[in-house]
């Protein structure tokens, strides 16, 4: 039986949803794992996430420490070794705060390493087998880490099916006495919230893109409604900046931005060579098009023949509905 | 009875002699002139090298005809002819102002051979060569002073207006011509009180009217007056000689130099360095123009030769939708600041990189190297090549905008600038229907005479794709024996010199000559006039290269192909000329004569066309970069066909294809007006 | 300052499409091409800027084979003023930790204030740094979008973090950063600059000169392994979804949801 730890990010309160991926993650690596959810910050916002924890985990570790208030990688480490035992298995989210964290924790641990796995397939023997991307996520690999002597793993956030099971009536255990010295080199000093309007659709996971479809200005509010629902932002396609309609950095193709979503949602777009060249790293495509015959339909994974002008208002409304 | 004192004899307050300030006049003038002559030279001492002494005969031809035959200058009417005027009563009045300097010190001077009846029919020509100069320059100095036309403006971050420099010029010259005719007419109206005879001047001329004004008044009067012209006509003269290589004047010394010296090869690229082979470039320290002092003597000289008149600018495209380009004012600043770093007096600046200390990197980058400003230039100044100089700096620095490294890295790895895979070149033969028509020859492993050489957006994007196959079914039916490189086939990299990356330029030119070279075929065929232009012009060694425009119009009058009557009669088409077929390579008339070969089509011409052609945006490179623009070139130019009444733009070229296909759209034309490659046309009609 | 800069030879992803091999197990590089890694690259940058501004000097290093050398030359194309190559059979097969390890001991034969590496590279796994920093008990930040010089003993950073914000952070050198694309414009190295650093001498290390044990490293230290390459099933062309309008809607969420799209 594999011993799991599935560290808890949460801000304002709140765990974020991979809190509710672990488990089935934790499934797939061995049924039969016990899994015990690590929360580390202090006051009241932690308590709150430990309580909501004990919903999903059986056994939730609380570690409170006034210096953990701002979740400094450097220091969650010195908290976690002195937390858990060395041959864990722990499991994080393959985000900022994890690419942050994971690595150097895996060093100090000793530990195998994998990172951003988006499934896996089971142990064999000392081996656990696992699946990532490369290469922009061209192409998929197995990958097989020796486990005997713990593992740092993160897994990519959406990957894992969320958990619907929320009564676990687990129990809190605060280990915040094993924690020792919490000194750091780095020491975290502000956040600067971006501009609003300075969207860099070259991050985004999710993009609403628009082309000469949209035919006027005032729609682009629809596709920005869409985006809304989707939590996706609205990138474009050259007429629409040439019409000054958008900024040029929401534009996607080779004259643009080169962009890496993992879902791109192409409405009213032909989908021209110039266009095509700025999405990389093979996203999802879902392309909407009244043309039946319009290019993009060979690149998509889905095709839609549909005006994008009646179809992205349903839509939306269907997503906002789930 | 007396007559008039010359001033070589006459005497100021009764003691001091006229004849000591005729002398001293001209020393000081022209030592001040020949010393400003040599501050000015210093520069083009320390530049770089330029080899402009080769086809003597060609350059002579281009001086009778762009330099004394003015042939530019009618482009623009009014201010065209005003200049001839000028021009010409500058040429005539040289001989008159010579002599009136030496009347100076010795009274009724007449230059060798003028005494005589040359004589009567030189004062007869110079008098209205003074009086149309003055005509001249008082309207030049209404339309710039008043009028001001719009191609004269400065915009704010280019300085200063320069219309008080330009009126005060020709104030110069107009005081030249009334002092030179006053000098005359009150000489002859002295003559006139005291013998009663008219001597014979040129009706109606400025000497004509004043000497008929002065025939009242009084002889002190008179006397006082001729006088007083003569030296105000000395005056002004030497100021004027000395006041020219100040300013934009300079161009009545330099502009005969520098036709003479002009670039006489449409569509080259002149190398990174005169005197430095292709295989000597690694030893090079620094590639293109950094610094003001990189720059070639000649390329000095233009700059030292612009007459502002903006016409480049005027016909600029990039000028023309916003971008931070005005060809003018990339001399005009290059000229100021050689005024600035190397003074009339005192120590020499050093020079500072161009693009920080006056151009900015969007500016160099704007230029679609059209050529249009170059065509237009009435002095034959060069803007071209020294656009590609400075590219060639700023690439040794680095200094490369993130949009043009993509294609330049794809290029230099996989020879197209989409980083497409070698082995998917040739793809756009496999479609299915039209492989079992066409089987196309591969020349790395069959043979053919001709070679169809297709580039890489032809190659590459799916819309373009067409033109390939359609060229290959035009070759195909008018019995060329043709083939392609396939895999083998390089990007022809004629945007890749032109944006300067010189040694990827290198790499592509010697990889596509081996390449060529292997097949043994005895002419090339392309489609793509910047395949064309690099092929023919930039590259060297390879069998002759014929746009396929060329071949259908051939193949016509041969008989070899014929054309069905026009399938859409009711349509009026329109030719846009590529700029890499017309202005850089002189093919205009072929392709509106293919087009004509088609019975029954209504074709039009936009007023813009042949050598005036409009650029659609650039092509090659050009599609990757993204300058700040106000509108698009090829929206502008879609206008324009508009207003020509057309609704057929036929190119023959795939940039401007997809140029022009896009500006239809972002023009909101699209159902009104459709783009159409000239081999998409041609292929719709065989018969 | 001294900065040592870790960059990595990748097939490029935006000039190559992959395939598998006929075998199916490992991608076909007959015809693949290769070049450095996008984010190392903008740390080299990075590296030349700071020592443009306040002095010191670039190395840069590299793990791999003879022909990872290509990448070194490029990065001294654009400035860097020494490069170094790792290359060892021993060394074949290294998981992260076995890289980090390599590279650990050529930083202790040097004197570095800062070390930085891009923040991902081809395997998008995001490691090395944050491993190396643990073994040399340095303090690390990832996805490094901003370097402020506080003075010689302190730097600011910071940090991209979700939804575009910024993450503030001071840290003390010597420090490893690791490097978020667009936190400057690269310059542009052409084949004119790779040529004229051609005769520079780039020392060869191999585990003896870096007093590395081969069992630690390589395939036999490897605790995670990359067992073969795949691609899912993909089809071609666009599935398309037809049916009334509520229902291609109900098909297409349900889709979006399994690829991350809602």
Known sequence: ?322 | MTSIIGPASYQFFGIFPAAILSFILPVVGVGLFAYIMARRLAPLVRAAPDYRLDRIGQRIIQLITLWLGQMKQPRYMLAGVLHIVIFAGFLILSIRSVSLVIIGLSDGFVMPGFGGWLGDVYNFLKDYAATFVLIACIVAGIRRGIFKPARYAVPEKYGKDHTAEAVFALGIIGTLMISESLFEASELAFAYQQTGEWHFTAPLSLVWIFTHMLTGASLNFLQGLHIFSYFLHDVTFFFFLCFLPLGKHFHVITSIFNVFFMRLDKGKIKPVRYGVSDEQLDDLESFGVKKLEDFTWKHMLDFYSCADCGRCSDQCPANAVGRPLSPRFITIKARDLMFKNYPLSGEIYKSKMLVEDIYTEDEIWSCTTCGACEEECPLAIEYINKMVDLRRGMVDEGLVPQSLQKPLKALEKRGNPYGKMEKKRADWALEKEFKADYPIKDLTKESADTLYFVDSITSYDDNIQEVARRTAMILNRAGVDFGILGKDEKDSGNEVLRFGEEMLYQDLKEQNTEAILATGVKQIVTADPHAYNALKNDYTGLPPVRHISQVVAEKITSGALSLKPCQHPEKVYVYHDPCYLGRHNGIYEDPRQALDAIDGLTRVEMEKSRDRSFCCGGGGLMLFYEPEEETRMGVLRVNMAAEAGANVIVTACPFCLVNIQDAIKVAGKEGEMEALDFTELIARHLA | MEILVCVKRVPDTAENEFELNSAGNDLDRDDLVYSVNEWDNYAVEEAIQIVDNVGGSVTVVTVGDDESEEVLRREMAMGANNGVLLSDDAFEGSDGKGIAAILKAEVAKGKYDLILTGAQADEGAGQVGGMLSAMLDYPYASLVNKIEVVNDTTIQVGREIEGGNQEMNEIQLPCVLSIQTGINEPRYVGIRGIRKVASVDVPVKGAGDLGIDPATVGKNGAKTRRVDYFVPDLGDGAEMLEGSTEEIIEKLIEKLKAKGGL
């Open chain 1, 1 to 322: 039986m594999t011993q799991i730890f599935a560290y808890i990010p949460f801000k304002n309160g709140a765990a974020e949803d991979v809190a509710l991926e672990y488990p089935d993650a934790a499934k797939k690596i061995d049924p039969s794992a016990e899994v015990t959810a690590v929360v580390a910050g202090t006051g009241a916002d932690l308590d709150k996430v430990a309580d909501a924890m004990t919903g999903i985990y059986k056994e939730v570790i609380k570690i409170d420490h006034a210096e953990l208030a701002y979740p400094n990688a450097e220091l969650v480490r010195k908290a976690l070794l002195d937390v858990l035992p060395h041959d864990a298995l722990i499991l994080l989210p393959h985000d900022t705060f994890g690419m942050d964290l994971a690595p150097g924790l895996a060093v100090k641990m000793d530990s195998a390493y994998a990172a951003d796995i988006v499934d896996f397939e089971g142990l064999d023997g000392k081996d656990l087998k696992m699946i990532r991307q490369e290469l922009g996520g061209a192409v998929y690999t197995h990958v097989a880490s020796d486990i005997s002597s713990g593992a740092v793993i993160t897994v990519r956030p959406g990957s894992f099916a969320p958990t619907e099971d929320t009564a676990a009536g687990g129990s809190v255990v605060d280990k915040s006495g094993d924690v020792k010295d919490l000194s750091a080199k780095r020491k975290f000093l502000e956040v600067v919230v971006a501009e609003v309007g300075d969207v860099d659709i070259t991050k985004a996971d999710v993009l609403v893109s628009i082309g000469r479809g949209i035919e006027e200005e005032e729609n682009i509010e629809i596709a920005q409604e869409l985006a809304d629902a989707m939590g996706a932002v609205v990138s474009c396609s050259r007429p629409i900046v040439d019409a000054k309609w958008l900024e040029k950095s929401r534009q996607v193709g080779t004259s643009g931005q080169t962009v890496k979503p993992k879902v791109y949602m192409a409405m009213g777009i032909s989908g021209s060579f110039q266009h095509l060249g700025g999405v990389k790293g093979n996203p999802f495509i879902v392309a909407v098009n009244k043309n039946p015959k319009a290019p993009i339909f060979q690149v998509a994974d889905v095709g839609i023949v549909e005006d994008i002008l009646e179809f992205m208002p349903e839509l939306t409304e269907a997503v906002k509905g789930l």
